[in-house]
């Protein structure tokens, strides 16, 4: 029994050292995360997952599983959470948004204690009262775990969740220690840590138990982890816990409706008179550097070459220069293109025709570009095409950084046409855009530099502006991580294929 094991230690008390040749199984809620509820990740991939309606019964049912927590049984309680979780959807889009969502969540609560342990061993194993499919492929990628044993899931013939768990039923107690006596048999793990009572089953039969103490620690810094979080889905910009959720779905009416006066106000106005606008709308845009005047009459067109936050990145930088900007993008709907107020032409990836465009438009006048093809949420910066470098030399580099504190106004999975929307959804939005000077000729290629010297070149220079990290990644690189496609949409041809 639970009541007869012997008492551990704290997890303090445990040595990292010679750990490389032994196992560990730990709990995750409470002991490799700080948290010790699991509400939060239950709520966001219900509302990813699922639909608004789903997680606002979820956040509904709160009350009532929280007394059945305490008074009628744990294993009931979860039980109702993953019937209203899992029910009806279909496990393959479970598992896109249980890649693309949780791992950002879950790497921002990893206890900075228990991964100091975690990590030292050789073989490691998470043994957690949450569903498997849940937590194994942040298990996995990200804590190095060799495996998850969970709480597994029913599935119908249709490949659908029925929200009913397979026997044994939730892992908690004496089913932790079943689960965990039936996959080592005779060769037990080293060390077993675990932070509360239905813990104490599954420390009990490792050679050694520690305890995670009840005390308030800060986070693991995510850089620490295996694997760096840098593509990542979700509308919601915080950890939905009940009284965050609660206050989100209080302020989404309010925000929708401030949404649409922010952008439908803005639409006709001149550049010069937005800015003003955005500061009464509660729009909080910061201006560094000075940007070249616009070209004489006959001369071509300045191209701003930015990195890519939000779909707004080209509407922010105009009113922030204060005059009319064409841009170019890699999809853009006919929706967005009506609510534009600057031109916007999307890219083909057919290299002549979009460099034709691109020629053309700079004829015009000045021009935006974004040319890692694709927004980035971290602090990172993806790939530059080296497309712009060929067809100016007249670069000027931005550097573009948003803050957002409820909504993210970026998707790869949801209705992009909504983007625009969520991002004044919030309460203050704000921008941030550096104009850096421009590129001498001398490191263009007029002045005998490569197109792909002068891509890498202007990343960098945008990446030290903003204190972020170049990679090598690709929009084919986010779209495959997070929706298992290429990033392109269908031509109409083939959709009508389907």
Not at 74 to 86: D, N, S, Y
């Amino acid at each position: 029994m639970a009541s007869q094991a012997p008492p551990f230690l704290p997890i303090s008390k445990c040595r990292s050292e010679g750990r490389s040749n032994q196992t560990v199984a730990a709990d995750l809620d409470g002991t490799l995360l700080i948290s010790k509820s699991a509400f939060p990740y239950f709520m966001l991939v219900a509302l990813e997952a699922g639909s608004l309606t789903r997680a606002f019964i979820l956040l509904l049912s709160v009350p009532l599983v929280y007394l059945t927590y305490l008074f009628v049984s744990e294993p009931f309680a979860i039980k109702t959470f993953v019937f209203i979780f899992f029910a009806g959807l279909k496990i393959r889009d479970i598992d896109l948004v249980l890649r693309s969502v949780l791992p950002r969540l879950y790497a921002g609560h990893v206890h900075p204690g228990t991964w100091r342990v975690f990590n030292s061993f050789g073989r490691r194993y998470i043994v957690t009262a949450n569903p498997r499919i849940m937590v194994e492929y942040f298990a996995k990628n990200f804590l190095g775990a060799d495996k998850v044993l969970g709480t597994e899931l029913e599935v119908s013939e249709s490949g659908r969740a029925t929200g009913f768990v397979k026997r044994p039923g939730v892992l908690v107690s004496e089913h932790k220690r079943a689960v965990l006596v039936n996959e080592f048999v005779d060769e037990l793990p080293d060390v077993g840590l675990g932070d509360r009572e239905n813990d104490l089953e599954l420390m009990s039969v490792c050679k050694e138990g520690y305890l995670v103490p009840r005390t308030r620690v800060e986070p693991l810094l995510r850089k620490k982890l295996l694997t760096a979080v840098i593509f990542h889905e979700g509308r919601l910009v915080q950890r939905p816990t009940p009284l965050v959720a609660l206050l989100t779905f209080l302020w989404l009416p309010i925000g929708f409706s401030l949404s649409l006066i922010r952008i439908h106000h803005n639409i006709p106005l001149p550049e010069r008179i937005v800015r003003y606008t955005y500061k009464i709308l509660g729009i909080k845009l910061i201006v560094k550097g000075t940007p070249p005047p616009k070209p004489s009459a006959g001369q071509p067109g300045l191209l701003f070459v930015c990195n890519h936050r939000t779909v707004l990145d080209p509407v922010v930088t105009a009113v922030a220069l204060g005059r009319k900007i064409s841009c170019v993008t890699y999809s853009i709907s006919k929706f967005s293109k009506l609510i534009s107020p600057n031109k916007a032409v999307a890219l083909s990836r057919e290299r002549e025709k979009d460099a034709a465009n691109i020629k053309r438009l700079l004829e015009e006048g000045d021009l935006v570009i974004c040319p890692e093809g694709t927004t980035c949420r971290e602090p990172f910066l993806l790939g530059f095409s080296a497309l712009f470098a060929e067809l100016s030399d007249r670069i000027v580099p931005v550097a573009i950084n948003t803050k957002q504190s409820v909504f993210c106004g970026t998707t790869v999975r949801g209705h992009k046409l909504l983007d625009p929307y969520f991002v004044f959804m919030n309460p203050m939005p704000i921008y941030k855009i550096t104009s850096l000077n421009q590129l001498p000729t001398e490191l263009t290629c007029k002045g005998g530099k490569s197109a792909i010297e002068v891509a890498n070149y202007t990343q960098r220079v945008l990446a030290g502006t903003l204190g972020f990290e170049c990679t090598s990644l690709t929009r084919k690189d986010k779209y495959a991580a997070m929706a298992g496609t290429d990033g392109r949409a269908p031509a109409k041809k083939e959709k009508d294929q389907k």
